[in-house]
């Protein structure tokens, strides 16, 4: 879609550091999101990394995005504050966020929702399956009722996060686990999706189906981009606040 401008954040350390992630996402995972996502629905992208000044997400930068793509692993910390902000309100504005896999321990997500965002894990090159249980929702468009991921990292239950707007998909794992692993919110006038899917060592995000529910999620986050100006109920300023 034509003037659909996405900004992806990928911390980019464990492409350049990380010998087996180099083989699967040589170019970063980065990289392999923008080249999809510009053949698919011909969006705009932009790529913005860890180490790079304000973290490539300036106000101007954010000015013109109408969907974040958040990409992290181990460097949840090194994200600065003003910046974590910076993002909050943007999203309380209106702009889309998607969060993938570890993405649920970055300091904007957890900021958004008011909690931990915690979950039990494990890393064993297991199979997994990703159920589609809101078939009707926009983010499942042209998804099968159920994909099977050869191999990922197993992220399971309990999760700690409020209860989402719409759960459109659910994961299991030969272990018997299971999680809330497509889920939306709204805070403010902005749409978040998180999506569990996508260790870095393993080639989830080439995946024809992972594309498409990406795709999708963009599709749908944008909207809120455009949308009538609002009081901000849902701004949170600390994960506390939102705790029984």
């Avoid at 698919?40 to 490539?56: V, W, Y």
């Avoid at 309380?92 to 957890?110: A, D, E, N, T, W």
Wanted: proline share 6%; glycine share 6%.
């Amino acid at each position: 879609m034509i003037g659909l401008n996405v900004t992806i954040w990928n911390e980019f350390e464990a492409e350049l550091e990380n010998e087996e992630v180099k083989k699967v996402y040589p170019q970063g995972i980065h990289s392999v999101i923008s080249e999809f996502l510009k053949e698919k629905i011909n969006a705009n992208t932009r790529i913005a990394t860890l180490n790079e000044p304000e973290h490539g997400l300036t106000e101007e930068v954010l000015n013109n995005t109408d969907v974040l793509i958040w990409w992290a692993h181990l460097s949840h910390d090194k994200v600065s504050d003003e910046v974590t902000e910076r993002v909050q309100h943007h999203v309380l504005q209106g702009m889309g966020l998607i969060v993938l896999h570890s993405g649920h321990h970055s300091k904007p997500f957890k900021k958004l929702i008011g909690t931990t965002g915690n979950l039990r894990w494990r890393e064993d090159d297991c199979h997994m399956r990703l159920w589609t249980i809101e078939p009707s929702h926009p983010i499942a468009k042209n998804v099968p009722m159920y994909i099977d991921i050869p191999r990922d990292e197993m992220y399971g239950e309990r999760f700690d996060i409020p209860a989402p707007d719409s759960l459109v998909f659910i994961s299991w794992f030969p272990g018997g686990e299971v999680m809330r692993s497509g889920c939306c919110f709204t805070r403010g006038v902005g749409k978040i999706f998180y999506f569990q899917p996508g260790h870095e060592t393993y080639p989830v995000y080439k995946q024809p189906e992972i594309q498409t529910i990406i795709c999708n999620a963009v599709n749908w986050a944008r909207s809120g981009r455009n949308a009538e100006a609002v009081s901000c109920i849902h701004a949170v300023d600390s994960p506390e606040s939102l705790r029984e």
